[in-house]
């Protein structure tokens, strides 16, 4: 249940970058760092992320126009359910080290406003998936469904509400 929606100014991302960055925001590279996150509760995380990098053809930051030449700057917004604010610290620390890593210059993230996240609460019952509204409740029920040892294995009570589509 993550939604990552990255900006940068126009032409300072070729595609093949947009596209690395996009995995690099995923819900693996997000919640997992220490690897203690059961596979299938992360394999059922990532079925419900999506990255979005878009360019922006007129961007104003700082008072001045932000253009391609020089360092890239990266406007996240995050949009979460219910518990955004619980996940808000760890998203935006876990953002901004993505972020540094895929751009190589961690003082500029941090000291030099070129990395700025928003996380944005969905409210309860707001957000709908396998053509349903989701409740915190539903998700916990999924999220359970999906503790497994694997993360190719996801039970069949999970597959049942889900599209195949989401499963590959």
Known sequence: MLYVEVNVPQGCLPLAERRRLATALTAGGLLDDDGDVNPG??????????????????????GRLAV????????VTVHVGEWAKDLAGHLVAAITRRIEDFDGDSDAMRFGGR???YVVGVPDGRYGAYGEVLTTEGFAELAEDARTGTPDHIPDTI???RPVALLA
């Open 41 to 62: 509760v992360l394999a059922l995380y990532q079925s419900l992320t999506h990255v979005v990098v878009r360019e922006n053809d007129v961007w104003v930051a700082g």
């Open 68 to 75: 391609a030449a020089g360092r890239p700057r990266y406007l």
């Open 115 to 117: 990395c700025l996240v």
């Open 159 to 161: 597959t049942e509400r």
